[in-house]
């Protein structure tokens, strides 16, 4: 029985087929003038509801109205009235049967279908209202038993045949499970079998397609990079991201129950931590929920979130560092639980050679903390990084053994250098937490100190009020000899550092002009040689190699001079001020003059014997003793 027309009108929905409605079923506002045998052919419960209905007969008002005669009015006023009212004819008419289906499954959008379809009209499934229309004749019971090919097994079917062999539509039909239809799918095992189609998919599914954003690697070339730049619009992981928290986490278990791998998981977790927590990224700002969460909820997304991170190493370890570092700030933001702050903590550790060192300037959010960053949360980082090498770093045979432990350690030293110059400008810093950072890596952690040597000085500007003692402490942290030649330089002249360092700077800068001067003795008689051999002309090569020992000598030679001088310029100047603050002491007649001097021999530390390092022979020759200075108290 085809219509001729549907139509709706307002809040009311009209099926005209040449005859008169006989039926009024109302689905929430909406109300369906329809007929009662197409309904009764295919729904067993619609069917026994209008068996049950009788007919209502009710006077339809006329269109007079009650009217309050006065007695002021005329006769003849009173007398067309009447006439009018004995002229108008009284009408009655039976009203339609009404029949309301309160919380309908899918609301009159999906009743609107399921009338059609007993109408013989053909309808369209879609993944997205598959489950509601499932649902919705379960309700009706349009099942096969009361007529055949009937809406239920329809919907069944085509759930089986096309949504569930699809992931995209898995997810669509997952996500309309959600709302007041929830109940009902889950007594039908609807969305467990979306669930279940999900997991059983993903690990098919493409990678790139699934983070939607670049994995970029050191290395990759120009039209390579932008390539993976571009994002997918189509992606299924904003479906997955597009779900409520209880049902993602049905996800997410059922996923790793069928060993879906680590980055298909994590990938999704990002993705979906991004979209539900506001203000996690910096670069996703703009992609903020419109409804913002309470803090109470964000807290339970956030724990839900660590709580089903994979232990594993994943392979887009640059990307998850930096979301894992965002996670970290988060947490502390919303005092997130110890447990999931430790969890976060040790997955950084596993990666911490991904890290940047915007990653870990991590503001202190306590106020029980006085440095600007929350240092104590990057040396337990630090530590379980050198904890995971120390365990299974050198018996890794996928990564080379000892080689990948080094890069590791390498890229780690380069990292916490940087991280210790950003921290050093800290006026609340102390000594002892500087050095202790510093001194947590090995010695194969660092190449050469200059990236220390920065962090120092820096350190040591930033506090121009500590004590000598401290000063010791902190430079004491380095290793001079692995400072290049060029911060060798820089040292030599540096008048924040103590003189015992600048000492040992300037030793260590003329050893490596010795050993530079030497490697250019061995190359140039090497070179010598090759050419003798090329020539075949053996006194050449005996005259070359005297003419480079006696360069090299030479060099050797204004090399001990440099250095020399270097040495009796810094005594002459102790000898200098030792004399100025004789000059004061004999000077001074009264007590504070006397006191005034001693102070500034405090100050100066003037205790050390002057030296005279002679070329010719290796002896150190004492000046004559002086009289010891009487100084006040």
């Known amino acids: 029985m085809a219509p001729e027309k549907i139509s709706s009108k307002g809040q009311a929905w009209f099926c005209t087929t040449g005859l008169p409605s006989d039926i009024v079923i109302e689905v929430g506002e909406m109300s369906f003038h329809l007929h009662k045998f197409p309904l009764m052919s295919r729904s067993k419960k619609l069917n026994l509801l209008i068996l049950d209905q009788k007919p209502l007969t009710k006077r339809k008002p006329s269109n007079s109205k009650n009217e309050i005669e006065e007695e002021d009015d005329d006769e003849d006023e009173e007398e067309e009235e009447r006439d009018e009212l004995e002229e108008e004819e009284e009408i009655q008419e039976v009203e339609l049967p009404r029949i309301s289906l309160p919380n309908f499954p899918g609301g009159p959008e999906i009743f609107e279908i399921a009338a059609k379809f007993c109408y013989g009209v053909k309808i369209d499934m879609t993944p997205s209202n598959s489950i509601p229309l499932h649902c919705a004749s379960d ?27 699809n992931l995209k539509d898995s997810l669509k039909a997952l996500k309309s499970c959600e709302g007041e239809i929830l109940s009902i799918a889950e007594q039908l095992g609807l969305v467990q079998r979306c669930i279940d189609a999900i997991a059983s998919r993903a690990n098919s599914s493409d990678l790139s397609s ?3 954003w670049p994995i970029t690697e050191k290395g990759s070339t120009t039209s390579s990079l932008r390539r993976k730049t571009v994002i997918r619009s189509d992606t299924w992981v904003d479906e997955l991201a597009g779900l409520s928290l209880p049902i993602y986490t049905r996800v997410i278990l059922a996923m790793k129950s069928k060993n879906v791998t680590p980055d298909l998981i994590e990938g999704s977790l990002i993705s979906y931590a991004k979209r539900t ?6 670069s996703t700002r703009h992609n903020a929920p419109v409804l913002v969460p309470s803090e109470d909820e964000q807290r339970e997304l956030l724990q839900t979130v660590i709580s089903n991170l994979p232990k594993e190493k994943t392979s887009a370890g640059l990307n998850t560092a930096k979301f894992l570092f965002g996670l970290l700030r988060t947490v502390s933001i919303l005092h997130a639980s110890e447990s999931s702050r430790n969890s976060l903590e040790k997955k950084i550790a596993s990666q911490l050679e991904h890290a940047t060192l915007d990653d870990l300037l991590i503001p202190s959010y306590s106020c029980l903390v006085e440095t600007l960053y929350d240092v104590d949360c990057v040396e337990r980082i630090l530590r379980g990084f050198l904890e995971g090498l120390e365990r299974n770093g050198e018996g890794n045979e996928e990564q080379n053994g000892e080689d990948w432990v080094t890069r590791r350690l390498v890229l780690v030293g380069k990292l916490i250098d940087g991280y210790l110059a950003e921290i050093a400008t800290d006026s609340n810093l102390r000594p002892e937490r500087f050095c202790d950072l510093a001194l947590m890596l090995p010695d194969q952690a660092r190449i050469v100190d200059d990236g220390l040597y920065r962090a120092i000085d820096i350190y040591l500007k930033a506090h121009p009020g500590i004590t000598e003692e401290d000063k010791e402490r902190v430079t ?4 001079y000899q692995k400072l290049t030649l060029e911060a060798c330089t820089h040292a030599a002249q540096n008048e924040r550092l103590p003189l015992r360092a600048v000492v040992q700077v300037l030793f260590f800068e003329q050893l490596q002009l010795r050993r530079a001067i030497t490697r250019t003795i ?11 051999e090329a020539t075949g002309e053996q006194t050449r090569e005996v005259g070359t190699s005297w003419r480079a020992a006696v360069r090299g000598n030479q060099l050797l030679r204004l090399d001990m001079d440099s250095m020399r001088s270097r040495v009796q310029e810094l005594e002459k100047e102790c000898t200098t001020m030792r004399k100025a603050i004789e000059r004061i002491d004999k000077r001074g007649e009264e007590e504070g003059d006397a006191k005034k001097g001693s102070m500034v021999a405090k100050r100066f530390g003037c205790k050390f014997r002057t030296q005279v390092c002679d070329s010719q ?8 003793r002086r009289p010891r200075i009487e100084q006040s108290p």
């Open 139 to 165: 309700y009706l019971e349009m099942t096969e038993e009361f007529s055949a090919e009937n809406l239920l097994s329809r919907t069944d079917r085509f759930l089986s045949q096309s949504v569930f062999r």
């Open 210 to 212: 699934l983070f939607g």
């Open 277 to 282: 927590i506001p203000g996690l990224s910096r």
């Open 476 to 479: 004491s942290v380095m290793d």
């Open 522 to 532: 061995f190359a140039t008689e090497e070179q010598a040689e090759s050419e003798a």
């Open 617 to 624: 022979q290796r002896t150190v020759v004492a000046p004559p």
